[in-house]
């Protein structure tokens, strides 16, 4: 079983920064694509930012280029989502995701539980 757990979230006011962090553990045997995913009340969960599984490639939704970061350490398996100049239409339950091959070489997708971002205006 593979557990991700993030945490980072919170209040914050328009203009500030977070730094968001999502830790894999468990039957892990190597992990691909991490990411970052939002979803608002009302709204549908959307992509915020991948990163491969080396670091080299990365996509950002065209709303957050520029003001986040997506970064990771494999050697912690963990996933960063550095979040600056934030806005109130930030506001939303940030989820992790990760493509993970298990000891038991078995592909899945897991996600975590998700943390909250609000900004004030």
């Known amino acids: 079983q593979v557990q991700l757990v993030e945490s980072g979230g919170g209040l914050v006011q328009a203009g500030g920064s977070l730094r968001l962090s999502c830790v894999a553990s468990?039957?892990?045997?190597?992990?691909?694509?991490m990411g970052w995913y939002r979803q608002a009340p009302g709204k549908q969960r959307e992509l915020v930012a991948s990163i491969s599984s080396g670091g080299g490639l990365t996509n950002y939704a065209d709303s957050v280029k520029g003001r986040f970061a997506i970064s990771r350490d494999n050697a912690k398996n963990t996933v960063y989502l550095q979040m600056n100049s934030l806005k109130p239409e930030d506001t939303a339950v940030y989820y992790c995701n990760a493509d993970v091959l298990t000891r038991g070489i078995i592909r899945n997708l897991y996600w975590g539980q998700g943390t909250q971002v609000t900004v004030s205006s």
């Open positions: 468990g039957s892990i045997f190597s992990i691909d694509a």
